[in-house]
């Protein structure tokens, strides 16, 4: 990371702790603002936090690696989750997130992928039972899915940003 984009996530990290009048028990709201902005918890961001709430960086780690909503890694554009849970299992989930695995070249050690376009998850539920198996990518629900439908709907979306970069 360059230090110009070190100082944005610095500064930007001292606006968030400011809006929220440096008050520790917020600090989960903090995170959450900090992640949306940045899709993760970089590192500077996360020190930085510490220094304004004057409590130790263990503190503010220990807080964003407790909670799974948070990541210390980028993710993609697009976070892919395929329900693991009995109903999805049951349906043959496993298959799905093999096929759509195979249309994707991960950061080694990763689940996001080198072009930074998608990071895939297992979720332990969707809630969705009913429609299962069930694929979420980031708010939109793909219900009833298949391992070729759902490789298909990771293609289409490559397709869409690849069309889109190229436009501009």
Do not use: W
């Amino acid at each position: 990371m360059n230090e110009l984009s070190k100082d944005k996530i610095i500064s930007f990290t001292q606006e968030v702790a400011l809006r929220h009048n440096y008050n520790r028990s917020e600090v989960i709201g903090m995170l959450q603002e900090i992640q949306e902005n940045y899709h993760y918890l970089p590192e500077s961001a996360l020190n930085e936090l510490s220094k304004c709430l004057k409590v130790t960086p263990q503190t503010i780690y220990g807080i964003a690696t407790f909670y799974a909503q948070f990541s210390l890694d980028p993710k993609g554009k697009y976070i892919v989750k395929i329900c693991d849970g009995t109903a999805c299992h049951v349906k043959n989930s496993r298959k799905i997130y093999d096929a759509v695995e195979k249309k994707m070249k991960f950061i080694p050690g990763k689940r996001t992928t080198v072009d930074g376009l998608f990071t895939l998850e297992t979720v332990s539920c969707l809630g969705a039972c009913g429609i299962a198996p069930v694929m979420v990518i980031n708010d939109k629900v793909y219900a009833q899915m298949d391992p070729e439908a759902a490789a298909g709907v990771i293609e289409t979306l490559a397709k869409q940003e690849t069309e889109s970069a190229e436009e501009q």
